[in-house]
């Protein structure tokens, strides 16, 4: 066994074993950490397949966005010290448990009926992808590209005002 098949398996693992706890804990701080150990290897898996844009997408919009925005929320909302931690009480455990190994058995079988061959070509294997997406963003879709950046600095100015008005409005009153 080469040292990268040793390791996508652990990547593998890093990304389906806390998925499976996901499903199992009723903690809701816990299952936040656990989905972002889970994307974590998912992206490690996105490195192994090529797609190194994606896996860096996966942990700059995914990880540094949403899961930070659920561990804030999580956060904010939970009382005092004396208030029972916020868990989750579901009656669906074992379905979900169920649904989801029916739907790991047919991933399962998809991959086995499958006949997987490996290219490679003479200069190397593995090609970046990002050079090709960032020359795309620089020159075919620059003009979109900057567009896209001028309306998210719009809505955030515009975000920022009305923000401010009812915070002072609030104080006025």
């Known amino acids: 066994m080469t040292l990268e098949i040793l390791l996508f398996y652990l990547f593998a693992g890093l990304a389906v074993i806390p998925a499976v706890a996901l499903l199992i804990t009723n903690k809701v701080i816990y299952a936040a950490y656990l989905l972002l150990v889970s994307l974590l290897g998912v992206a490690a898996l996105y490195v192994f397949a090529g797609a190194d844009f994606l896996a860096i997408t996966q942990v700059m919009i995914y990880i540094g966005g949403v899961i930070v925005l659920l561990v804030f929320g999580i956060m904010l909302t939970a009382k005092t010290k004396d208030s029972p931690t916020l868990v989750v009480n579901s009656k669906n455990t074992g379905i979900a448990i169920l649904l989801a190994l029916v739907v790991f058995l047919v991933l399962i079988l998809a991959i086995l009926s499958n006949q997987f061959t490996q290219e490679s070509s003479e200069e190397g294997s593995r090609k970046t992808t990002l050079s090709l997406v960032g020359k795309s963003l620089m020159t075919d879709y620059a003009f ?30």
């Open 144 to 173: 979109a590209f900057e567009a896209a950046g001028l309306l998210i600095l719009i809505a955030l100015i515009g975000a920022v005002y009305i923000a401010g008005r009812q915070l002072t409005r609030k104080h006025n009153d």
